[in-house]
């Protein structure tokens, strides 16, 4: 009963007040600060749930290690290496932007976000040419769809099986993240983000640093196989 | 108490049982003695501090107490080590195979269990076994997990398909102890029984001769049949007249055979015996020749009754 | 201090305003809702139904089991009810019951918060169990499932039931989880009232923080292992089928890296309660603070290295059975010191036994039994005996419905004046805790002794040996079930009479009991500030009996 005393309060920064604060906050910081909490949780889900495909590879790996030497022949180096400079231009222009809206300047975080989106454009794009290539020589995944008739070591399927999860999972991610981007994009343009409010901006990058990073494990796990 | 505690427990079948009895006694009373103190407790001071007409609501300030709070930490720490190691060292024990040890095949499928002696004779429903020899079951399974539980020996292990699991006994005591399935595998996952039967050493040289003692009053049709579904006969031949990897066994007694050498031969019981023992000799003509030959681990008695029983495939 | 007390009086009799039941009253406004209050409610209602629908299978199991053979249905019949028992029990109950139902009510308020950190997040959350929930009677209807709530591989994905139509279910439900726990911790860190720093939070804070951390950490792992196992089951990736060169135990290793810390999911915030309700009703500061805040953490860490102890039959090796069976028993430290803190807790008090209270001491002892029994099954050789019997049946009941659900009615009847705002009957409350402590009983520890017996479980058919006890537990339920139907009539009944509750009816001392019953839509008029740590009871006035 008398733990606590009400005092007075209301909200006390007026001044601050951006639009988007929301009522149940106290403050603007206070809500940033709880949103990044929440993002960086998700995150940490999402690496358990990658976490599990790993787990799951390096077990078939150790279980088949021939057909993993063999398989991985069958990607293409240079496109994965491809992939990897683009994502990493992306997280470059990506900072840029969160930078942009720190420092309220719009233009330069609309440029910066158009960037981000064509290179996550560009990745879809190569990762479509190599998907076609695999699936013109039936390298498919599972056992229900992997029909490759050439030479190959038993086993080679269950390559092809983590090949496909673990870069579809993470493709759906980039589009995901493309989605968020242009929405994020569209409030730019609406001029929503100052230096008061820029939460969504902060938050899809460091989403964006993520899914960077999962592509940056999977690029040697998968195509770089010694 | 101690009696109660026991009729709470299987049969012993082994000196290992006992052993895990004695631990399980212990962790018994251990546990009662922690839900003493805890259970008393919680019914006796709401009793004594109950809050009486009249009384004002004024209690104790007491917010911690190292002394205690380090009591009841360290001692069930403590004790923790005492479980774990006991618990081990018995665990170990069960599973140390003695050098000398009876190997015995064992093969889960839905839902029965067969077992394969080392003499090469096989059978299902019932796993005999000689008294106060070690015995190690190597199992596997043919289709999902079970697992094979004989409780009056303490243990149980899952069998896996594609790999190769043991477990080891040695019975001390004459009888017969049930063997459950215990790990779900479907819709007879309950019906999937068999039994444990320990007998002395002279008892075990008939069986080893002779079968099962149950053969002695079974219709020999009915040995037939269990071999034909217990020994893979099934997968082959049919009992419909479809045409398998070999010639359905539906209508062939008396059936006059043309053979692949050009010969022919009726179906009698000269003919079925050399087509277990020597399936060879005699190829049926549209067969390949891939019939094992059950020399050595079929039984004259079991012979008998396949006999008996492709007699009786009308 | 004595104007407080006589606020309180005032807001019981007086006038009372608008609270959050009644600021709109429209199907929409309930629908659209991001109050955590009504979240809360309308969680409530769904897990009390999945509550009743598990609960009729059990009856159902029970029923069976009357007799060995059939009894009213067939083996295949029994697997599905039994496989859905514990599916609806545990993904649909027990995992969100006391977090996302009680707990997204009372959490902010005891906070002295407006909201939860991500109001829509919550309500997302809220729908996507409703979808998952959907799904699994989407299964149920389109044939059902009949391999056990573990899934176990290669046997799922071999039988021909709605495996994959459950599995995604699971994986959805997963994600409701996740969100909740998200939004707990987020709350948690950031909108305590000011002056509330850790070691000022009301355990109940720091025994749904601890849950929350497990939730984050453990779900994903179900989520893409129930991916894993439909795709499996649809084209065969190799990973589980032995068929095709996969491992069926590696199935088990997933699903219980998950599952074992889902059961302290499930006991942590019962836990929670039981540590808000006994100070209340005893009168009298806790006993270890800190030791109960720290050992809802330890808990929630050990608990990820133990998930091998399901698996000592499995096959894995010796060593690897040794290391989780010694991490096994690491778990029982913590939790004997939270229920000796309770028990201490006591101590010197003035107990009022009233109906949360009853149910309390019920937990204290059920929990004990179920805690200490799980000893028996962490050690090596004794499991190697007692897995896959009833006495793991036994075993699990009596933490999970003797524990979690106990408290859970503790924390329902602790909290049912302020979430409604009306004073249920205490007789027919305590009336209703007895049965449900006989009958709860007489069906489970019958089946401790079925299970040291070797009675194995999931047997649809059972030796003559075996009659008798089942027939007890068989029983017992029927009690357990006349206990509940009592207790859901008076709960009803009260929610017709007129709201009558103060607010703080029980002398508590944690926020929530500082806002009228029930509360307004905002929670507070202004932000509460602490001045006194919980469960601080020597500055409450202290009025006779
Ligand atoms: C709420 C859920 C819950 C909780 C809290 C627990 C708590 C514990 N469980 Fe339980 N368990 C389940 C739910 C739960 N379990 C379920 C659902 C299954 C079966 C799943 C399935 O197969 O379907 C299972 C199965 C299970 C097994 C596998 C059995 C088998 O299949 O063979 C084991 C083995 O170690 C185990 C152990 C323990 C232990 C050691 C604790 C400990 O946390 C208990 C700690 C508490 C105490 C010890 C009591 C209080 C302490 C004292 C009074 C002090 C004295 C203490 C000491 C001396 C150490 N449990
Ligand atoms: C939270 C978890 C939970 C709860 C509460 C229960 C509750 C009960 N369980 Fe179950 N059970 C499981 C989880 C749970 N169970 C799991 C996980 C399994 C393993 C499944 C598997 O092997 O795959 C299992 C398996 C299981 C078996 C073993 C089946 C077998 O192996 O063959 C049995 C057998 O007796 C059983 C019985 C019961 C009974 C009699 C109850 C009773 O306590 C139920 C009593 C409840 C009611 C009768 C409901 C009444 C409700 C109302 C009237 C609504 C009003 C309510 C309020 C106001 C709150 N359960
Ligand atoms: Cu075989 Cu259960
Ligand atoms: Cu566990």
């Known amino acids: 009963m008398s733990v606590a005393e009400n005092i007075e309060h209301g909200h006390g920064h007026a001044a601050e007040l951006s639009p988007f604060q929301q009522h149940h906050f106290a403050t603007a910081q206070q809500q940033n600060e709880a949103s990044k909490i929440g993002m960086w949780l998700f995150l940490v889900t999402e690496v358990l749930l990658f976490g599990g495909l790993f787990v799951g590879y390096g077990l078939s790996h150790a279980k088949f290690p021939e057909a993993w030497k063999s398989a991985h022949h069958h990607l293409q180096r240079e496109l994965g290496a491809l992939n990897t400079v683009v994502l990493l231009v992306s997280s470059f222009t990506m900072v840029m932007a969160v930078q942009a809206a720190k420092l309220n300047r719009r233009k330069q975080l609309i440029g910066n976000l158009w960037v981000t989106i064509i290179c996550a454009c560009i990745f879809l794009v190569v990762k479509y040419f190599e998907y076609s290539h695999k699936y013109h020589e039936g390298l498919l995944p599972f056992k229900a769809f992997y029909s490759y008739q050439g030479p190959q070591v038993p086993g080679e399927f269950h390559f092809f099986s983590f090949y496909f999860m673990m870069t579809g999972l993470h493709g759906f991610h980039i589009l995901g993240g493309i989605a968020v981007l242009l929405w994020v994009l569209k409030r730019s343009y609406a001029g929503d983000f100052t230096s008061a409010y820029y939460t969504p901006v902060d938050l899809i990058g460091l989403y964006w640093h993520l899914v960077d990073l999962i592509w940056i494990y999977l690029f040697p796990l998968l195509y770089l196989i010694s | ?314 | 201090m004595a104007d407080v007390l006589h606020h309180q009086i005032h807001a019981a009799s007086d006038h009372r305003e608008v609270d959050y039941l009644s600021d709109g009253r429209g199907i929409r406004d309930w629908l659209y809702t991001v109050d955590h209050k009504r979240i809360g409610v309308m969680y409530l209602f769904f897990i009390i139904l999945s509550f009743f629908v598990g609960g009729m299978l059990a009856l159902a199991i029970r029923l069976e089991l009357l007799y060995p053979g059939r009894t009213i249905m067939d083996a295949e019949t029994y697997n599905r009810v039994f496989t859905l028992h514990g599916a609806v029990m545990v993904f649909l109950f027990i995992i969100p019951s006391i977090p996302a139902a009680l707990g997204n009510f009372v959490l902010p308020l005891m906070l002295g918060a407006k909201d939860v950190a991500f109001p829509k997040l919550n309500l997302a959350s809220f729908y996507i169990y409703c979808l998952g929930a959907t799904m699994m009677i989407g299964a149920i209807i389109s044939g059902g499932v009949d391999t056990g709530w573990t899934f176990y591989t290669p046997y799922s994905t071999s039988t021909n039931g709605a495996v994959t139509l459950t599995a995604m279910g699971v994986f959805t439900l997963g994600f409701s989880s996740i969100f909740t726990g998200i939004n707990f911790i987020a709350t948690i860190h950031k909108l305590r009232a000011p002056g509330m720093g850790w070691f000022e939070m009301p355990l109940f804070v720091w025994g749904i923080y601890s849950t929350s951390v497990i939730q984050v950490l453990a779900t994903p792992v179900i989520g893409i292992t129930m991916v894993l196992l439909g795709l499996e089951r649809a084209f065969g990736i190799g990973i589980f089928d032995p068929r095709i060169g996969g491992d069926p135990v590696l199935f088990q290793h997933f699903f219980w890296f998950y599952s074992h810390p889902a059961v302290y999911i499930m006991i942590l915030p019962g836990m929670a309660i039981i540590s808000e309700v006994i100070p209340t009703f005893s009168h009298r500061t806790i006993f270890g603070y800190r030791g109960i805040a720290f050992s809802s953490v330890a808990i929630a860490l050990v608990s990820f290295i133990v998930w091998g102890h399901h698996m000592f039959t499995s096959g894995q090796s010796q060593l690897i059975n040794a290391v989780f069976s010694f991490l096994t028993f690491l778990v029982g430290i913590p939790s004997g010191i939270k229920v000796f803190n309770w028990v201490a807790t006591m101590y010197k008090g003035r107990i009022t036994l009233k109906a949360p209270m009853l149910f309390a001491i019920s937990f204290l002892l059920l929990f004990t039994i179920g805690g200490l029994t799980g000893l028996f099954l962490g050690s090596l050789s004794i499991d190697i005996h007692l897995h896959d019997t009833y006495f793991v049946v036994a075993h699990f009941h009596y933490v999970m419905m003797g524990g979690t659900v106990i408290a859970f009615l503790a924390g329902l009847h602790y909290w049912w004046p302020k979430m409604f705002g009306r004073m249920y009957n205490e007789r027919l409350a305590a009336i209703s805790c007895a049965l449900i402590f006989v009958g709860f009983n007489t069906t489970f520890l019958t089946q401790f002794v079925l299970g040291s017996r070797g009675m194995p479980r999931r047997y649809y058919n059972y030796l003559d040996q075996f009659q008798q006890l089942h027939m007890y537990s068989t029983f017992g339920s029927w009690i357990l079930g006349a206990g509940f139907f009592l207790m859901a009539g008076y709960l009803l009944a009260s929610l017709r009479g007129p709201k009558n509750a103060p607010m703080d009816p029980w002398g508590g001392t944690t926020l929530e009991w500082q806002t009228q019953s029930p509360p307004i839509t905002h929670n507070f008029h202004d932000v509460p500030v602490l001045k006194h740590a919980p469960y601080d009871y020597r500055n409450i006035p202290q009025g006779e009996a």
Request: glycine letters at 8%; charged letters at 20%; proline letters at 6%.
């Open chain 2, 1 to 314: 108490m101690n009696e109660w505690l026991r009729s709470t427990l299987p049969i012993v079948g082994s000196e290992h049982a006992r052993d895990i009895d004695t631990f399980y006694f212990f962790v018994f009373y251990l546990s009662l003695f922690f839900f003493i103190i805890v259970g008393g407790l919680a019914v006796y001071f709401p009793i004594k501090y109950r809050l009486k007409p009249g009384e004002t609501r004024r209690s104790a300030h007491i917010t911690d107490n190292f002394f205690l709070e380090m009591l009841w930490t360290v001692v069930p720490s403590l004790l923790c080590f005492v479980l774990f190691f006991w618990g081990f060292n018995t665990y170990l024990a069960a599973f140390t195979v003695p050098n000398d040890a009876m190997e015995i095949y064992v093969r889960g499928r839905k839902w029965n269990w067969t077992f394969e002696y080392p003499d090469g004779m096989a059978g299902g429903g019932t796993l005999y076994v000689p008294l106060n020899r070690p015995i190690k079951l190597i199992m596997d399974s043919e289709d999902v997990l079970h697992a094979f539980y004989i409780p009056a020996m303490r243990i149980k292990q899952d069998v896996i398909p594609g790999r190769y699991v043991y477990m080891t006994f040695t019975p001390t005591v004459k009888g017969e102890f049930q063997i459950f399935c215990a790990e779900y595998c479907g819709k007879d996952h309950s019906g999937m029984l068999a039994m444990l039967k320990v007998m002395d050493d002279a008892e075990y040289e008939v069986f080893k001769r002779e079968g099962p003692p149950e053969y002695k009053t079974m219709d020999p049709k009915l040995i037939g049949e269990t071999i034909y579904k217990t020994r893979g006969c099934q997968s082959c031949h049919s009992l419909d007249g479809t045409k398998g990897d070999g010639p359905s066994f539906k209508g062939i007694w008396g059936k006059t055979e043309q053979f692949a050498d050009g010969t022919s031969g009726v179906v009698d019981e000269n003919y079925i015996r050399q087509s277990v023992l020597e399936p060879q000799a005699k190829v049926v003509k549209g067969f390949e020749p891939v019939m094992p030959t059950f020399q050595g681990s079929l039984r004259p008695v079991e012979i008998n009754g396949i006999i008996a029983f492709i007699k009786g495939q009308k």
